[in-house]
């Protein structure tokens, strides 16, 4: 419990406020010098005759409403000063850190300033700030104090500093994110501040003012949404855990948009919605599609408590007009207030529809007819350009810029392969990529072009009928001359696999994947091409390539992955040559980004849960998408674990850092009751009282 009242004045202020009583009852006391004037009666001059009594040097001080009035008004506003209040947390220690979690989670409408108070309505991220505010106004002189928030990424608000007027504005900065909780680098960045020995300022940001090390009292308000925080020495940060909001908190929540193309209807797309039910009941809810912020279709779901399901819904044409870009799935308004869903960033999920025209596709080869047919079909050149270029093109100017731009969707080496990977998908037809990866390793002995590494007349005894690159297709009865034997690497998922090993398979590479056959399609023997397998006589082999494009291209542009909040995203111009791109956000905050050398455009900006649009040369060339989708910020009851002291109740569920347990601080509020307000209040009451009395006496 902290103390009754709380000095804030120096003495000097202490002295000039102790002299204004004094200074009311002079004021009572003099003197006024009036013209002498003989009048025939004092009948209608009594008040004059009643107020020379009262200016009377010496009298005996008579009994006035008007001086307890006003010496009243002086007490209640010396009282103001002195702030008295309850329910406080005393401070100990000469430094504070207030780690303030701001991740999505903290927008939940739950919580209450009474820490005794099961259930509240406010925002739990301005109670957080509610009750540093209150901490901060009870530190004494010599106390310091620096403010840290945390989501994804923590973020120094405000610098150890004395000066409690600066905390408190900068504090009021704080916004709420939708991303996810991240206390251990709070932590480690709160310990490297108050350790300035140990802390790594990147390159090229900004210093970040440090004091010597000494124990620090660590604030932690936040509602738990978080793993435990290992391999972290506190050291000499003493934590306090504040928890917010309630166990029993409901929320109901999009956690998946996925948009593909029909497998029934050509040109047409469907989408698949998952919501989930955060709450101790089931709940029939509703799940409406729009597209442009139209309403596309509508259906029912039932969620059991705890659980999550899903429905495809038709989306309608692949192509996206103007406008017709931005596809939601929402909740609606009445199955939310059904459900008593305290969280609305997790209500609506977001998906972006690009027109697949826009992409790009290069075959290099040095020549292959079967290949180039395959990808001839009207249903490919609905989903991109092809173009074909020779071997030699790779070591041209012209493809090293654009191999590095991302100006390509997929590119498909054909027998070749490029000095480095391209910022692209690839496919690579009887060769490896470049690199070690798919050569064992760094470490690895055998060249890929030994004769250890070659299978003659490979037998197909299996292929991956999961995966959407061989979808509808058999490959039980092809024959294939000879075949690389492929060591992938450990990421890689198997897509052929002969009897010898396996010889073709696909990989992801930074963000990108790289789909190898082991066997060329067909090969080169003095000067003429033979067929090296009859797969081309079969149905599957241009489905093959048509399952390549749709994998690689089409769900890039149609169904593109959805972003998690502040994740960054590459950007690739449709033109080489374009050297400054346009990003809006959903709210219609522009950002203005510029690419070093050949590289893609980086943005880092996505912050906002909604669909970006990238604008190049006046044109609307791309769109992205950022969801919340994260069970651990939609799941937003506050951790419970059962209480050692009562087995039949569950109290708050403390936080591992390290090998330490912190117990949260729930039953004691970290923020002082002031009464301040209502005593300046109470003499605003008295001011006015006091001025219609003198009124009164004057004037009637």
């Not at 029939?284 to 999550?308: H, I, M």
């Amino acid at each position: 419990m902290s103390e009754l009242f709380r000095n804030t004045l120096s003495p000097a202020q202490w002295a000039l406020l102790a002299a204004v009583p004094p200074a009311i009852f002079a004021l009572y006391f003099l003197k006024l010098k009036r013209t002498p004037v003989e009048v025939p009666s004092t009948y209608l001059w009594k008040k004059s005759i009643e107020d020379l009594r009262v200016n009377s040097l010496w009298q005996r001080l008579r009994q006035s409403l008007l001086l307890f009035l006003q010496l009243l008004l002086v007490a209640l506003a010396i009282l103001a000063l002195l702030r008295p209040g309850w329910q406080g947390t005393d401070l100990t220690g000469s430094r504070l850190i207030f780690l303030v979690d701001n991740s999505a989670s903290m927008s939940t409408t739950d919580a209450d300033a009474d820490p005794y108070k099961t259930d509240g309505d406010r925002p739990r991220l301005d109670v957080a700030k509610e009750k540093v505010a209150g901490l901060i106004d009870q530190m004494e002189r010599g106390m310091t104090a620096m403010i840290i928030s945390y989501a994804g990424q923590p973020r120094v608000v405000q610098q150890f500093t004395d000066n409690t007027r600066l905390l408190r504005e900068r504090l009021s900065t704080i916004e709420p994110t939708i991303g996810p909780t991240d206390l251990g680098g709070a932590l480690e960045l709160a310990e490297g501040l108050a350790n300035p020995a140990r802390v790594s300022v990147a390159e090229g940001a900004p210093d970040v003012e440090v004091v010597p090390p000494e124990p620090a009292t660590v604030f932690i308000l936040s509602d738990g949404r978080f793993s435990d925080v290992e391999d972290f020495a506190l050291g000499n940060l003493e934590p306090v855990y504040v928890p917010l909001g309630s166990p029993s908190t409901a929320n109901l929540a999009i956690t998946a948009l996925e948009t593909r193309r029909s497998e029934s209807v050509a040109g047409r797309l469907q989408a698949f919605v998952q919501a989930a039910n955060y709450g101790a009941e089931p709940i029939d809810a509703v799940v409406e599609l729009r597209r442009a912020g139209a309403v596309v279709d509508a259906q029912r779901l039932t969620l059991p408590a705890g659980e999550a399901a899903g429905v495809t819904l038709p989306v309608g044409d692949a192509a996206a007009a103007p406008g017709e870009g931005v596809l939601e799935a929402r909740l609606t308004a009445d199955t939310l207030s059904a459900a008593g869903d305290r969280l609305a960033v997790d209500n609506v999920g977001w998906a972006a529809i690009n027109d697949p025209s826009d992409s790009r596709v290069l075959l290099v080869t040095a020549g292959n007819p079967a290949i180039e047919q395959a990808l001839a079909t009207s249903r490919i050149e609905r989903l991109g350009a092809v173009e074909t270029e020779p071997p030699g093109f790779l070591d041209s100017d012209e493809y090293r810029a654009a191999a590095a731009a991302a100006v390509y969707d997929l590119v498909i080496y054909d027998r070749c392969a490029p000095e480095s990977s391209p910022r692209s998908h690839a496919v690579y037809v009887g060769q490896l990529p470049p690199g070690d990866a798919w050569r064992g390793g760094p470490d690895a002995e055998a060249d890929a072009s030994d004769a250890s590494d070659t299978i003659n007349v490979p037998i197909v005894i299996d292929w991956n009928r999961s995966h959407p690159l061989l979808a509808n297709i058999e490959l039980g009865n092809f024959d294939i001359v000879q075949s690389l034997r492929l060591d992938p690497p450990q990421n890689a998922a198997t897509l052929i696999d002969a009897a010898e090993g396996p010889i073709a398979a696909v990989a992801a590479r930074d963000g990108y994947e790289d789909t190898v056959l082991g066997f060329p399609i067909l090969v080169e023997v003095g000067g003429a091409l033979q067929r090296n397998t009859d797969w081309i006589n079969r149905h599957s082999f241009p489905t093959f390539w048509l399952n390549v494009l749709e994998y690689c291209v089409a769900r890039q542009s149609v169904g593109s992955r959805s972003l998690r909040p502040g994740e960054a995203v590459e950007l690739r111009p449709a033109s080489p040559a374009t050297e400054e791109i346009v990003v809006v956000s959903p709210s219609g905050r522009e950002e203005r980004l510029r690419r070093r050398g050949e590289r893609p455009f980086v943005y880092q900006g996505a912050g906002e849960a909604g669909v970006y649009r990238v604008i190049e040369q006046g044109r609307e060339v791309r769109r992205f998408a950022v969801n919340l989708f994260d069970p651990a910020e939609s799941d937003v009851r506050l951790r419970t674990e059962e209480d050692p002291e009562d087995a039949q109740r569950a109290r708050v569920a403390d936080i591992q850092i390290g090998n330490i347990r912190v117990a949260s601080s729930a039953g004691a509020a970290p923020a002082r009751e002031e009464l301040w307000r209502w005593l300046l209040l109470a003499a605003l009451g008295v001011l006015v009282l006091e001025w219609w009395v003198y009124h009164r006496r004057v004037y009637v």
